[in-house]
């Protein structure tokens, strides 16, 4: 099975840069997926690591280490919209039918203050 | 571009009450996921469906489950008997490419209450 470990809960001031962290423990890995859910709403896809290395789309931006089972989240401007749950899953599985089976962390609770 | 459409939003039952939700998801998506959403947690996957055929069910507890995705566009998820424990948010998702691609699109989910 799969295992992922992300904080709780982070709080950061409005303009500032937070981290979300995720580390995962998987058997047939194949990306990592960002998730954002407000309050009431539905996910919404962030972004998709399939190799080592940061990808950026405009403030935010993912980072992946397959070495460390690793990746976090970097949301850069911090504005007060991007409180929320954020979602760190495991796209991970073997040819068949579990194959490519998307596995969601707890989320992490962002609570952006002015 | 309409997104996945979910029904109802909300729906209170009595345990032991049958309920069932429906799912349309984005034109032209194959795959068809539903998840269970528990608060404070992420989304765990109950089934997934490939065109009309549910090639990953492992998760969905069959004694009082059920799912069909009949023409292989709308889908329906079924409890009968409800428990107490099936609180919960009832999500629907779809995406574009077989086995789950890349992104997936959630819809606004059922709040489901049991008392």
């Known amino acids: 099975g799969q295992s992922l470990e992300q904080p709780s809960e982070v709080t950061a001031v409005e303009g500032a840069i937070v981290q979300i962290n995720c580390t995962y423990q998987?058997?047939?890995?194949?990306?990592l997926s960002w998730y954002q859910q407000h309050d009431g709403g539905a996910p919404t896809f962030l972004s998709y690591?399939?190799?080592?290395g940061l990808e950026e789309t405009g403030r935010f931006s993912s980072f992946l280490s397959r070495s460390d089972s690793y990746g976090y989240l970097l949301l850069q401007e911090l504005q007060m919209k991007d409180s929320a749950s954020y979602f760190c899953?495991?796209?991970?599985?073997?040819?068949?039918?579990?194959?490519?089976?998307?596995?969601f962390g707890k989320g992490t609770k962002l609570s952006v203050i002015p | 571009e309409a997104g996945v459409v979910q029904s109802p939003r909300y729906k209170i039952i009595e345990k032991k009450q049958p309920v069932a939700f429906w799912c349309n998801p984005i034109?032209?998506?194959?795959?068809l996921y539903w998840y269970l959403q528990n608060l404070g947690q992420g989304p765990e996957l109950l089934i997934r469906?490939?065109?009309?055929?549910?090639?990953?069910d492992s998760q969905l507890p069959k004694d009082r489950f059920s799912a069909e995705r009949l023409k292989g566009v709308d889908s329906t998820l079924k409890i009968q008997p409800a428990e107490l424990g099936d609180s919960a948010v009832y999500l629907c998702?779809?995406?574009?490419?077989?086995?789950?691609?890349?992104?997936?699109?959630f819809g606004p989910g059922t709040r489901l209450t049991v008392l």
């Open positions: 034109s032209g998506h194959n795959t």
């Open positions: 998987t058997s047939g890995f194949y990306g």
């Open positions: 469906y490939e065109n009309e055929e549910a090639v990953d």
């Open positions: 998702a779809s995406s574009l490419l077989p086995s789950g691609g890349n992104e997936q699109f």
């Open positions: 899953a495991v796209r991970a599985g073997y040819s068949g039918a579990g194959s490519y089976q998307l596995t």
């Open positions: 690591n399939a190799l080592d």
